[in-house]
C-alpha cells in the first residue's frame, strides 16, 4: 500500500498523493502543524450536495480566476464579523471603511446611496459626474462639472467642510429648488450675488393710490422680519409697513 496507511483514527498519507478516480471521505485534514495542498493540473472544484446529489454551492479555483457559485457569499472576521456579503439583491461592505485605491477614484454608472461620505484628513472630496446620472453625497469640499444631483428623498441633506464648500457650474445652469424655505446664512461674513442681472420675478407688490406722480419703477422694500416686496415708485419714497405682506 506504500504511503498508505490504515490507523484508529482512519487512513494516513505520507508524502504526495494521486487519486485517478472520486475519493470519498468525511474529513480531510493535514498532520498537526503542516498546511494541505490540493493541486492540479486544470482546476480544483469544491461542491457541496443535497441528498438528490443537486449542486447547492460550488467554489471552483482554476488557472483565469476563482468562482464562487451560490445563493449568497459572505466573507467574515476571526471574531464572525461580516466583512463582505453578495446575493442577486444587493452587496454589503460590513468593515468600518471601505478604501479604494485605484488612482482613477470610483466609477458608478447609476445612482449610489450613502448617509456619509467623508474625505481622509486635510484632502480634498471631490465628486465628478460623467454621465447622466445622479450623486447622492452627504458631505463634501468640492462639486463641480457637467451632471450632479444632490438630493436626499427621506432625511436632510448636510453639507460640511472646514475650508468651505465651493459649487461650480462651468458650462451650463445652477438650480436650487425646495418646497418651504430656502435660507442663505452666514454667521461670520457676508452673503455677495455677484451676476450682470439678478432678477426676483415673483416678489409681492404693494397695493397704492391713483392720486400722485408715479413712474413704471418700482422700489424695493424690506420689512422688519427681512420680508421683501416691491411698491411702485413716486417722487419721493413709498416703502411703507404693509401688513398684508409683512406680517
Known sequence: ????????????????????????AKEIRS?????????SARNVTVN???????VLTRLVTGPQAVEAHSQKFEVKSLSGKLL???????????????RVLGAEGTVFP?????????????????ALSRLKGQVIITGGT???KLHVIL????????????KGIEINAEAGNMEATCRTELRLESKDGEITLNAANIKLPRLPLASHSSTGSRQKIYELCVCSNGRLFLSQAGASSTCQINTSICS
Open 110 to 126: 447609476k445612482s449610489i446611496e450613502t448617509p456619509s461620505v467623508r474625505a481622509d484628513p486635510f484632502k480634498e472630496l471631490s
Open 151 to 162: 438630493e436626499s428623498p427621506t432625511r436632510s441633506l448636510v453639507m460640511e467642510a472646514p
Open 84 to 98: 463582505f456579503s453578495a446575493d442577486d439583491n444587493e452587496v454589503v461592505v460590513g468593515a468600518e471603511r471601505l
Open 31 to 39: 498532520r498537526p502543524g503542516n498546511p494541505l495542498y490540493f493541486q
Open 1 to 24: 500500500m506504500g504511503n498508505l496507511r490504515i490507523t484508529e483514527k482512519g487512513l494516513k498519507l505520507e508524502g504526495d498523493s494521486e487519486f485517478l478516480k472520486p475519493l470519498y
Open 142 to 144: 468640492r462639486l463641480s
Open 48 to 54: 457541496i450536495l443535497n441528498e438528490k446529489t443537486k
